[in-house]
């Protein structure tokens, strides 16, 4: 898809149930931490219980009440712009410029707004009034106007893919010239209507979900706000004039297809992800040399959607063994803090970046026994990670797939590239 222009990761964040830093969430995950925990029936006011990762609300609000006294965000809003806030720390770019691009990930937003409107109508106003804000341009428009950005937000609502459809929007646009920096923030929470949706279809597991385990039988949801701040490798090549090495992470390559198989069920040969896969390995140039001749010995791991529904992990699977990756190691991350929904992707993403820079493949939490796959009359299983390895290797590919048939793949390396200029 977008081979011509790579673009560099100078900062992230992630507020999820196992921490409010990407350095909390990354070392719990290191050390095997799962933020996932057992609600009592009476949660969310649902009649069941379930499974699921929570981020601390009395944490985020104090944490949100030290950058702002304003009472006019949901709690949706305030860890989406508290993760920018804290994301920028470290980058420290102009987020009010015309050249800073903002694009929003979430598949639904503040849909608890409708929940709580419900009761307004039922019981007079119990809230200041949010309606607007069910809305995602207006959620966007917020947290853009909190940081000043005279620009209009780019929203991505793609079910499960948007983080990662988010990151190639953000490609592009860097790709137009318009702009010099995007900031990619990916936010959603839960709520009853979320939750309900999800045991409706029997999707649930009432216990640690177990991403590609031969015995899965369903997915835990998770809360989380998470941020990458992006710009032009070009731009940051022409800033280290005389250093001799030049070191980061870079996105490659990204892709998203669609095989439009099912609103909710996906393509059992794994089409879409198939044809993903192969669009971010074909052929590619870099200043460095060829790549995909040589990518395969040099690919440290694929990180799955891994949901651990029956369906998804089984069409995961074909996908990989049909673009030929089935030796790679994989790794999924949902055991660790649920499936987080629009914020997944860049989550997901922004955990793998780590690891790669680290020189380490994580475990999937869960997981414990193969399942196999025939095709063509022969069987395979994948290399499914079970214990934290560690790995020299410079490139992942992150898969994401959704409802409705949509797929996703993006190609990150860790680069040490020698400057000659």
Not at 6 to 12: G, P
Not at 34 to 49: A, D
Not at 281 to 301: C, D, M, R, Y
Request: glycine letters at 6%; proline letters at 3%.
């Amino acid at each position: 898809m977008e081979r011509k222009t790579f673009m560099y990761k100078i900062a992230d964040n992630i507020i999820s149930s196992l921490g409010f830093t990407t350095e909390e969430n990354y070392n719990a995950i290191k050390k095997g931490i799962t933020g996932i925990k057992y609600y009592e029936k009476g949660t969310f006011n649902l009649p069941e219980p379930f499974m699921a990762a929570l981020i601390d609300k009395e944490r985020l609000n104090d944490e949100f009440e030290k950058l702002s006294q304003k009472n006019c965000y949901t709690a949706l809003e305030k860890a989406a712009i508290l993760s920018v806030y804290y994301a920028n720390q470290k980058s420290k770019i102009d987020v009010s410029s015309e050249k800073t691009i903002f694009v929003l990930s979430s598949t639904k937003g503040n849909v608890e707004q409708l929940e709580i409107r419900q009761l307004e109508i039922k019981h007079e106003a119990l809230i200041p009034n949010f309606t607007s804000q069910i809305y995602l341009w207006r959620t966007a428009e917020l947290i853009t106007e909190f940081f000043g950005n005279p620009n209009t937000p780019i929203v991505i609502s793609n079910a499960c893919i948007s983080g990662v459809a988010a990151q190639v929007v953000a490609m592009r646009a860097l790709q137009s010239g318009k702009y010099d920096h995007a900031v990619v923030v990916g936010v959603d929470f839960l709520s009853k209507f979320i939750i309900s949706g999800f045991q409706s279809f029997k999707a649930l597991s009432p216990e640690l979900c177990k991403p590609f385990d031969k015995n899965r039988c369903g997915l835990n949801l998770g809360e989380a706000a998470a941020t990458m701040i992006f710009e032009k490798e070009v731009k940051k090549l022409e800033e280290v004039k005389g250093v001799k090495e030049l070191k980061g992470v870079r996105l490659v390559a990204g892709a998203v297809r669609n095989d439009a198989t099912h609103i909710s069920a996906p393509s059992r040969t794994g089409e879409g992800s198939y044809r993903a896969l192969q669009s971010i390995l074909p052929p590619l140039t870099s200043n460095l040399k060829p790549l995909t001749s040589h990518l395969l010995p040099h690919l440290a791991f694929i990180n799955v959607h891994g949901t651990a529904t029956p369906y998804n992990d089984a069409m995961e699977m074909n996908a990989i063994v049909r673009a030929g990756l089935q030796n790679v190691q994989v790794n999924g991350l949902k055991g660790y803090f649920g499936h987080t929904l629009g914020a997944a992707g860049l989550v997901e993403t922004i955990i793998s970046i780590r690891a790669l820079e680290e020189g380490i493949v994580l475990k999937t939490m869960g997981f414990e026994e193969n399942e196999q796959l025939i095709m063509n009359d022969e069987q395979f299983s994948l290399m499914v990670c079970k214990e934290n390895m560690k790995t020299d290797k410079k490139y992942f590919i992150k898969m994401m797939s959704g409802f409705g048939g949509v797929n996703a793949a993006l190609l990150y390396e860790n680069i040490a590239t020698n400057n000659t200029n």
